[in-house]
């Protein structure tokens, strides 16, 4: 593989994981620094950004080290009208996480848009970095789509609940998924290590669930092992 694979969660910041990842008395504001000393790498959620400003971009990169690799999920708030004005908005207030950011995440699955319009969005994300995306079936089935993601090499996600291996293309491959299994857990380190070889990408793979860190943990182990 041409980097290390990133193994991390979707997102930290879950009251939820109170008790059971984090200690029950540490404080909100203290979960990305005990997060960071677990893992190497996260998923961000676009629902984790405080907007505005983004203030609490510069405490995240206090409590991490440099080698800590972020892939930023663009929010909806971003690409609405008028667009792209607000996506260039949010790009820019990123500030010095941009220089940490492996790539970029966006979800289409919930939205309707002309291949204009997709093009106003991807376009801006991928001058600033490798891009993966979500979609929905009939996108994915879609000739013009498929056409558009190669010109702009914009990675598909890979759902290895759905499919048995990532689709080829882009530079940012991301495995979405909440398994327990260790034996999927590694179907999906070496499926994402054949890709990272024939690509010469960056990928990863990000899980979710009140069980996240258990399966991000033992992932990394798994991977640790194969030499991955």
Known sequence: MTEELMVGTVGWDYSEWAGTYYPDDMPEDWRFGYYSNDFRSVL???DHFPGGDLPAVGDWLEDCDESFRFVVEIPATA???PAPDRLTE???CLGGLDQRTAGYYLNLTQVEASPTQLVTWLEPVT???PLCV?????DIDNAEFSQL???LDVGLCWSPDVSSAPAAGGR???ALTETQDPKQQRHIVEALERWAQASQGTAGVFFGGVNATNAATQTRII???LGI
């Open 149 to 151: 993601l190669s010109r």
């Open 172 to 174: 940012l491959m991301l």
């Open 134 to 138: 979500n979609a929905r079936p009939a």
């Open 127 to 129: 001058r600033r970095g």
């Open 223 to 225: 991977a640790e092992m």
């Open 44 to 46: 961000v959620p676009g």
């Open 90 to 92: 949010f790009m820019d």
């Open 79 to 81: 690409l609405a009208e």
